[in-house]
């Protein structure tokens, strides 16, 4: 993992509420972070965030800004939006995308 995804680890870890179920596993090459054994977010290497907010969301999603499709090779990941670092460096703002990815993750099943 990059610096830039540790950092990005840590302040993740001091914004959840520690009253939820939340665990980390290593996916796409990094460090996820799960709610209940589903995807919530994921630091990228390069500082930006992986967030899951749904296909119901994801057009609201993308037109915030910093936000672009997530893709995977030629394959873009739908109800996944990839975030810039750059707009993640206040807390608040880092906040609202791990609560709006919490928002859809706690409508599925637990794993």
Do not use: H
């Not at 030629?74 to 975030?83: A, I, L, N, P, R």
Request: glycine share 10%.
């Amino acid at each position: 993992m990059s610096l830039a995804s540790e950092e990005l680890s840590d302040r993740i870890r001091t914004l959840l509420d520690p009253r939820l179920a939340i665990t980390e596993q290593k996916m796409f090459g990094g460090r996820c972070f799960m709610l209940s054994g589903n995807m919530l977010v994921g630091p990228m290497k390069d500082g930006g965030l992986l967030v899951r907010v749904g296909k119901e969301r994801y057009d609201d999603a993308l037109a915030l800004p910093g936000a672009r499709p997530m893709t995977m090779g030629s394959k873009t990941m739908s109800g996944f939006v990839e975030v810039s670092g750059d707009v993640l460096e206040d807390d608040e703002v880092l906040l609202d995308w791990i609560e709006l990815a919490r928002s859809f993750v706690e409508t599925l099943p637990a794993k």
